[in-house]
T-cell receptor, first 115, second 114 residues
Framework: GAGVSQSPSNKVTEKGKDVELRCDPI?????LYWYRQSLGQGLEFLIY????????KSGLPSDRFSAERTGGSVSTLTIQRTQQEDSAVYLC?????????????FGSGTRLTVV | GENVEQHPSTLSVQEGDSAVIKCTYS??????FPWYKQELGKRPQLIID?????GEKKDQRIAVTLNKTAKHFSLHITETQPEDSAVYFC?????????????FGAGTTVTVRA
């Protein structure tokens, strides 16, 4: 596609429910990243995919968070048993290669609100 | 891991004046420093970057400077215009096996007053 697509753009969920956030990267971009942007905070790294594997998942805050990527393309971030502190904007980015040589292209994000 | 601190958190400037945002980083192995601009309701976009082998880089009204010894880098916007109002994020990346990852600062909200 022309850009990185994320869906849904907004999600309101009740505390304790599971949510799935989707990211469709730019075609051909092998690297995919998930970041979280909380109010007043920076962009917090969650996980990095190279192809379908995740060599760095060090930023996932707890075992309630998981992510997968299939076909070297679409990625899904799943949050189980959501808590109010999970409320944030979840940003996906993709890159043709290394961040240093190609930079990131971000999606517009999913704004998650846990009530 | 890398820790990037960014100051100030908010900045209000008169149109036409300059704006300066400063960032410090902790990992001396970091060698790539991009800046992203996020307009209200939009996605962050890369506006300029600098590598550790240069001390300054300019692109029209924006410039970035790097002091490797002090481990800090700054974004300078001259002749500010209303469209410069946005949140600006600095970031740092180290090379080698970690060259995929950007560590971001907390962001600076810049408001340009007409």
């Amino acid at each position: 596609g022309a850009g990185v697509s994320q869906s849904p753009s907004n999600k309101v969920t009740e505390k304790g429910k599971d949510v799935e956030l989707r990211c469709d990267p730019i075609s051909g971009h092998t690297a995919l990243y998930w970041y979280r942007q909380s109010l007043g905070q920076g962009l917090e790294f969650l996980i990095y995919f190279q192809g379908n594997s995740a060599p760095d998942k060090s930023g996932l805050p707890s075992d309630r968070f998981s992510a997968e990527r299939t076909g070297g393309s679409v990625s899904t971030l799943t949050i189980q048993r959501t808590q109010q502190e999970d409320s944030a904007v979840y940003l996906c980015a993709s890159s043709l290669g290394t961040a240093q040589n190609y930079g990131y292209t971000f999606g517009s994000g999913t704004r998650l609100t846990v009530v | 891991g890398e820790n990037v601190e960014q100051h100030p958190s908010t900045l209000s400037v008169q149109e036409g004046d300059s704006a300066v945002i400063k960032c410090t980083y902790s990992d001396s192995a970091s060698n790539y420093f991009p800046w992203y601009k996020q307009e209200l309701g939009k996605r962050p976009q890369l506006i300029i970057d600098i590598r550790s082998n240069v001390g300054e880089k300019k692109d029209q009204r924006i410039a970035v400077t790097l002091n490797k010894t002090a481990k800090h880098f700054s974004l300078h916007i001259t002749e500010t215009q209303p469209e410069d109002s946005a949140v600006y994020f600095c970031a740092a990346s180290r090379g080698g096996s970690n060259d995929y990852k950007l560590s971001f600062g907390a962001g600076t909200t810049v408001t340009v007053r007409a």
